[in-house]
């Protein structure tokens, strides 16, 4: 039996969030579609709940140190996730304030898009990887722990070094967006909303709608890694001087490495830690689904992404020979993605307008084109009177005119297309 009272609830949620955000990755990927920091938050997050769901599955009911291989793993991803979610915040919180501010999407030359790419690559890659590399190895006094009910996890030694190297990024990043960027972009997108409109609805690569929704991203981002991060530091320091281990700045190599095994604690050991330890373990624990269910109602149920699930589940029934009939209503864009013009009255545009019809120009111009025709009425015609003489082209005219009216009639629409290439023309 489950030691965790909430189970099976919160490895369902992992297992929802973790299919939450494959979705979200594969229609972007499919529709080639890519916001960096949205990226990297989707991307490690994905992995978080992954391994999340299958600790509680597997250690659900017990503590036994196994898997160790699998174990490292999860230890790393878990302090790289710790990291990239601040810093995704950081990046796309940047990102808007650029678009915003520069009105372009596009930096203005090659050197500033270099380092551009050079620093949000740094904040959501290099950064991260450092600390779950070399600066989490100097205060791990093990290889990894073992809760039970939740898995294997990641350790460090408490010290004052640790809150500089591991635990202050739940809090600089995030800072730094409320401080430096946050309230510029909210402020330039509501005092200049009309400008920013016509920005946006004349941009393809980034709509007033895809805006709102990855600001709302960052705002949610912001609302539960910054408390986290503060509540973290706050409960490490009231722990440490309460258990009577203090709070030095570093324990010492010897002490972090000098037995450096896998250690497993039952969840009677985390019960006894007391009320605020248990309930700031549940809500980290909570942390990442909430998240990723933010992120698939924000991005994963768009009409955009609907049309990519249609495209991959035809695609995957075409390979067991069985077509779906094809959706016959298409998905409709955002507000903002694209601005489409119907058919048009015939007087709109220079090049849309209907020519006016000379009867006996037209006529000329028929007689000329049939030349041989032409000579041999002439030479019969040179025998019969004038009343038939006169009468014969009258109708030959009328012919032509009613057929050109007629044609006139049964012309097709002017397209919008046709409009905007007479336009460019």
Known sequence: MAVDPTYPLLPIAYILATA???????????????????????????????????????????????????????SHIQVIASVVKPMATLIITRRLYLITSLQSVELPNKVARRRNFAIEWAMGLVIPVLVAGPLYYIVQPLRFEVDEGFGCGNS????????????SWAVIPPLMSVILYYPKVARIFYRQSRDINHFLQSNDSVTRTNYMRILILASIDVILTLPIGIATIVLNVVDSFTSGSGFPFYRGWTYDHA????????YEDLVAAGTSSVASLYFVQWTSPALAFAIFGLFGVTSEARASYWRIICTVCGWFGWKPTPRTRKARPPMGDSIEFGEGPMDLEIGSNPSYINPEARAQDQSKGISGEGERE?????NVPDKEVTEGPRDVIGEVTSESSRGADNREPVSAVSVREACAV
């Open 378 to 382: 002439a030479v019969e015609l040179k």
């Open 156 to 167: 460090v030694d408490g010290s004052i070094l640790d809150t500089l190297l591991t635990r």
């Open 259 to 266: 037995d450096w095994e896998p250690e497993s604690f039952s």
């Open 20 to 74: 939450m955000l494959f979705l979200v990755l594969l229609t972007s990927f499919i529709r080639q579609s890519w916001n960096l920091g949205v990226a990297f938050l989707c991307f490690w997050l994905f992995l978080e709940n992954l391994t999340a769901g299958i600790d509680n599955i597997i250690w659900s009911n017990n503590a036994d140190i196994k898997l160790y291989v699998y174990c490292d793993i999860v």
